[in-house]
C-alpha cells in the first residue's frame, strides 16, 4: 500500500541509466531529526536488502542522514514503489518503502535497497553522547548492521524486526533493546539498563551483554531464545549504586535472566556481579548440552539462583553454585 499523501513525501531518486553487473542504480537522500522518535518500514512484495546504521553524519548536527540506494534489473521496478519520509505525527518520523498490491507477483520487478542511516558526529569529546529517544525498524528481509555506537549515542528504546536475514550489532548502548528475525543468526555487543530482548529461531546466538541495573527494586530483564542453533552469551552484571553503599541500593541490583534453546548447545557465563546482586537465571536447552559459569561473583553477598530446566536436557551447574540452590559467594 502507498502511504497516505499527507503522511510522506516521496523521495526523489537520481537515476544512473547505464547498467553495472546487469542492474540499474538509484540514489535519494534526506534528513531525519534526532530528537524525534525514528522509525523504518517497508511492505510490499519483492523488496529487501540491507539496513545499516552508523556514526558518520555531520560533525555536531542535530539531524540524521538518510541515503537510500536501489538496484534492480527491470528498468521499471523503481516505479513500481514509493519511498517515502514519513511525518505521521508530531515528535515521528521515518522511512518507508511501500510497493502497491497489484505488483506482487512479478518476479522481474524484484529490487534490493540498502538504506543507510549516518547519526551526526559529537561536535567534540566533551560534549557527551547523542541522545535518541525511540528508534525501531520493521523491515521484512532486510538485514541490519549496526556499527560501533555505544560509546557516542544512546537509544532510550530500540526494536529492531527482520525475517529471514541477520542482525549484527558492533556496540550498542540502550534502555531497552529488542532484536527480532527468523531463520537467521543474531550476534553483538548490548548494554541495557531495562531490557534486552533476542528473538530468532534455528539459527545462532552470540551475545555479549553488558546489564546495569540502576532502578533500585525494578529487576533487569534479559531474555534470550532461539530454536535449533547454539547459544553463546557473555554477561556482564553491574549496579549504578556504588558497591560501598548498599543505603541507595540495599539489592545491589536486580537481575532476571532467561536464555533458552533446543537441539543445540547453550553456553553462558557470568563475567562479574556487584555486591550484593540478586541473580535469578533459567536457562534451558533440550537434547543438547549445558554449559553456565560464574567467574566472578564480586564479593560476599552475591547471589546466584539458577531454575532448573523442566525439559530433559544435558546440564551441568554454574560453577560451584549446584543447579536449582541459591548460594551466597565467598
Same mark, same amino acid.
Given at each position: 500500500?502507498?502511504?497516505?499523501?499527507?503522511?510522506?513525501?516521496?523521495?526523489?531518486?537520481?537515476?544512473?541509466?547505464?547498467?553495472?553487473?546487469?542492474?540499474?542504480?538509484?540514489?535519494?537522500?534526506?534528513?531525519?531529526?534526532?530528537? @524525534?522518535?525514528?522509525?523504518?518500514?517497508?511492505?510490499?512484495?519483492?523488496?529487501?536488502?540491507?539496513?545499516?546504521?552508523?556514526?558518520?553524519?555531520?560533525?555536531?548536527?542535530?539531524?540524521?542522514?538518510?541515503?537510500?540506494?536501489?538496484?534492480?534489473? +527491470?528498468?521499471?521496478?523503481?516505479?513500481?514503489?514509493?519511498?517515502?519520509?514519513?511525518?505521521?505525527?508530531?515528535?515521528?518520523?521515518?522511512?518507508?518503502?511501500?510497493?502497491?498490491?497489484?505488483?506482487?507477483?512479478?518476479?522481474?520487478?524484484?529490487?534490493?535497497?540498502?538504506?543507510?542511516?549516518?547519526?551526526?558526529?559529537?561536535?567534540?569529546?566533551?560534549?557527551?553522547?547523542?541522545?535518541?529517544?525511540?528508534?525501531?525498524?520493521? /523491515?521484512? /528481509?532486510?538485514?541490519?548492521?549496526?556499527?560501533?555506537?555505544?560509546?557516542?549515542?544512546?537509544? +532510550?528504546?530500540?526494536?529492531?524486526?527482520?525475517?529471514?536475514?541477520?542482525?549484527?550489532? +558492533?556496540?550498542?548502548?540502550?534502555?531497552?533493546?529488542?532484536?527480532?528475525?527468523?531463520?537467521?543468526?543474531?550476534?553483538?555487543?548490548?548494554?541495557?539498563?531495562?531490557?534486552?530482548?533476542?528473538?530468532?529461531?534455528?539459527?545462532?546466538?552470540?551475545?555479549?551483554?553488558?546489564?546495569?541495573?540502576?532502578?533500585?527494586?525494578?529487576?533487569?530483564?534479559?531474555?534470550?531464545?532461539?530454536?535449533?542453533?547454539?547459544?553463546?552469551?557473555?554477561?556482564?552484571?553491574?549496579?549504578?549504586?556504588?558497591?560501598?553503599?548498599?543505603?541507595? @541500593?540495599?539489592?545491589?541490583?536486580?537481575?532476571?535472566?532467561?536464555?533458552?534453546?533446543?537441539?543445540?548447545?547453550?553456553?553462558?557465563?557470568?563475567?562479574?556481579?556487584?555486591?550484593?546482586?540478586?541473580?535469578?537465571?533459567?536457562?534451558?536447552?533440550?537434547?543438547?548440552?549445558?554449559?553456565?559459569?560464574?567467574?566472578?561473583?564480586?564479593?560476599?553477598?552475591?547471589?546466584?539462583?539458577?531454575?532448573?530446566?523442566?525439559?530433559?536436557?544435558?546440564?551441568?551447574?554454574?560453577?560451584?553454585?549446584?543447579?536449582?540452590?541459591?548460594?551466597?559467594?565467598?
Amino acid at each position: 500500500m502507498n502511504p497516505p499523501p499527507e503522511h510522506g513525501a516521496p523521495l526523489s531518486w537520481t537515476l544512473y541509466p547505464s547498467r553495472h553487473a546487469g542492474e540499474y542504480h538509484a540514489q535519494a537522500s534526506t534528513s531525519l531529526d534526532v530528537a @524525534d522518535t525514528l522509525y523504518f518500514i517497508a511492505e510490499g512484495n519483492q523488496i529487501g536488502g540491507h539496513f545499516e546504521v552508523s556514526q558518520t553524519g555531520s560533525r555536531g548536527s542535530d539531524v540524521v542522514e538518510v541515503d537510500v540506494e536501489a538496484r534492480y534489473r +527491470d528498468e521499471g521496478a523503481l516505479d513500481t514503489v514509493v519511498v517515502s519520509r514519513l511525518i505521521p505525527e508530531e515528535g515521528k518520523q521515518g522511512i518507508g518503502i511501500f510497493r502497491s498490491a497489484e505488483d506482487y507477483s512479478n518476479l522481474n520487478h524484484s529490487i534490493r535497497f540498502h538504506i543507510h542511516i549516518r547519526i551526526p558526529k559529537l561536535a567534540s569529546e566533551s560534549t557527551g553522547r547523542v541522545m535518541i529517544d525511540t528508534f525501531t525498524t520493521d /523491515l521484512p /528481509l532486510f538485514s541490519h548492521h549496526l556499527h560501533h555506537l555505544a560509546s557516542s549515542t544512546y537509544f +532510550d528504546n530500540v526494536v529492531l524486526k527482520t525475517s529471514q536475514c541477520s542482525i549484527q550489532v +558492533d556496540a550498542l548502548a540502550g534502555g531497552s533493546v529488542s532484536l527480532y528475525t527468523s531463520n537467521a543468526e543474531i550476534r553483538g555487543t548490548i548494554h541495557a539498563t531495562k531490557l534486552l530482548h533476542i528473538d530468532t529461531s534455528n539459527a545462532r546466538v552470540a551475545l555479549h551483554a553488558g546489564l546495569l541495573s540502576d532502578q533500585p527494586g525494578n529487576p533487569t530483564h534479559m531474555v534470550v531464545q532461539t530454536s535449533n542453533g547454539p547459544v553463546e552469551t557473555d554477561i556482564t552484571l553491574s549496579s549504578a549504586t556504588p558497591e560501598d553503599d548498599v543505603r541507595l @541500593d540495599p539489592t545491589g541490583g536486580l537481575f532476571d535472566i532467561i536464555v533458552r534453546t533446543s537441539n543445540a548447545p547453550l553456553t553462558v557465563a557470568f563475567s562479574e556481579q556487584p555486591i550484593h546482586a540478586q541473580l535469578t537465571a533459567a536457562l534451558n536447552t533440550q537434547n543438547a548440552p549445558r554449559e553456565s559459569s560464574c567467574t566472578r561473583l564480586s564479593k560476599a553477598g552475591s547471589s546466584c539462583t539458577l531454575r532448573r530446566s523442566s525439559h530433559r536436557a544435558s546440564q551441568k551447574p554454574v560453577q560451584g553454585i549446584p543447579l536449582g540452590w541459591d548460594a551466597g559467594a565467598a
